[in-house]
């Protein structure tokens, strides 16, 4: 099986891509079929899938050399080389991952009391409509 590191671009200066859950879905279950790699599936959307031998931020701004817009990140201080006042190339924003964040704020609520956090899990829940 190929390994591969994924990065999804949600705004870019050529197009702008939308995954609904079920579509990012089919995209892996379509991985699993044995003898289709990971660039096969991705070329049918699309996509290109880049691999990667580790995480590490000089990883991430080779891959995206040339890109400027909104990238969506989980939160790992690898990506913070992307947004470096001394990196040279296009702009690019870092669009944290939401649910990364509101796991961090449960697991300070776990360990004692903790009202900004408590008060940052409901003000999520309250928006995604989550009891």
């Not at 096969?40 to 990667?52: D, I, M, S």
């Not at 990364?100 to 409509?129: C, F, Q, Y």
Request: charged share 25%.
């Amino acid at each position: 099986m190929e390994a591969v590191g994924f990065v999804e671009l949600l705004a870019a200066p050529a197009a702008k891509r939308r995954w609904s859950d079920e579509a990012k879905g089919q995209m892996v279950a379509e991985t699993l079929v044995p003898r289709v790699t990971v660039n096969e599936v991705a070329r049918r959307h699309g996509l290109k899938a880049t691999y990667a031998p580790g995480r590490g931020g000089q990883h991430a701004e080779r891959i995206l050399q040339g890109f400027g817009g909104i990238l969506q990140v989980d939160g790992y201080a690898g990506y913070n080389r992307l947004i470096a006042a001394d990196r040279i190339g296009p702009g690019i924003q870092l669009a944290y991952c939401w649910a990364h964040a509101r796991r961090k704020l449960i697991e300070i609520t776990r360990t004692g009391p903790a009202p900004i956090a408590e008060e940052g899990v409901a003000l999520m829940d309250d928006m995604w409509g989550e009891d």
